[in-house]
C-alpha cells in the first residue's frame, strides 16, 4: 500500500525530531540508523526512502533542535528568565530537550563542514537573541557573546560531572550570577605616574 505524500513528509519529520532528541542524548557516533527509526516506530529499511545518508539526517535533525531553542529563547521576557533556565538542573539533566551547542559541540568539532555551518547558523541565532535582551546596545554583540560562552560552557561542564556532583551545581550557579549582572565596560588602562 503506497502512502501519501503528505504522510510521508509527517513520517519524515518524526524521524528527524526523534533524531534530534536521541543525538542530543547520545551523541551522534553513538546513535544508530536502526535505533533512530525504531525510536520513530520505523523499520531500518524506511530510512533511506526518506535521507540519503545518516550525514544528511544529521543536518536536518541539528538544525531541527537549534530552531526548537529558537521558540524557546523567543519567549523569554529578560536576560535573567534566560539565563535561570538554561543553566537550571532541570536543564543540566535533559540533554535531549534543550540546547543542541551544550549537548553536540564537542561532537560537532569533528563532523563535515556542512554539520559545523548548521552549528555556526544555530549558534548565531541563539547569540542574536541574547542581544535582544541586553540594554546595552553599543556593546551587545559582544556582551551577548560572552554570555553564550559562558553558558554553554557551563552547562556543557556540569553534564560531564555526577548529578551530586557539588562543583557541577557551582559551576551552574557561578555562570548564572556572572551572566545575570550588567555588563561592564571596561576601563581604560592607566598608565603608572612617574
Not at 534543550?98 to 552549528?119: M, N
Amino acid at each position: 500500500m503506497r502512502i501519501s505524500k503528505e504522510q510521508t513528509l509527517k513520517n519524515r519529520q518524526k524521524v528527524v525530531a526523534r533524531a534530534s532528541r536521541l543525538f542530543r542524548e547520545r551523541g551522534f557516533e553513538r546513535t544508530s540508523v536502526n535505533d533512530l527509526m525504531k525510536a520513530a516506530g520505523f523499520t531500518h529499511g524506511g530510512f533511506y526512502n526518506h535521507f540519503a545518508s545518516k550525514d544528511d539526517l544529521t543536518r536536518e535533525a541539528l538544525d531541527h533542535a537549534f530552531h526548537q531553542l529558537d521558540g524557546v529563547r523567543d519567549q523569554m521576557p529578560n536576560l535573567d528568565d534566560f539565563v535561570a533556565s538554561y543553566l537550571s538542573e532541570d536543564a543540566r539533566d535533559a540533554p535531549g530537550s534543550t540546547c543542541p551547542a551544550a549537548a553536540l559541540a564537542g561532537e560537532v568539532a569533528r563532523q563535515p563542514d556542512a554539520v559545523k555551518a548548521i552549528f555556526a547558523e544555530g549558534l548565531e541565532r541563539m547569540i542574536s537573541s541574547i542581544v535582544k535582551l541586553l540594554p546595552d546596545k553599543e556593546s551587545a554583540r559582544a556582551d551577548a557573546t560572552d554570555i553564550a560562552c559562558r553558558v554553554v560552557g557551563a552547562l556543557t561542564l556540569a553534564r560531564a560531572m555526577p548529578r551530586s556532583s557539588g562543583l557541577g551545581r557551582e559551576l551552574l550557579e557561578t555562570a548564572k550570577e556572572r551572566s545575570r549582572r550588567k555588563p561592564t565596560k571596561s576601563r581604560p588602562k592607566r598608565g603608572r605616574a612617574k
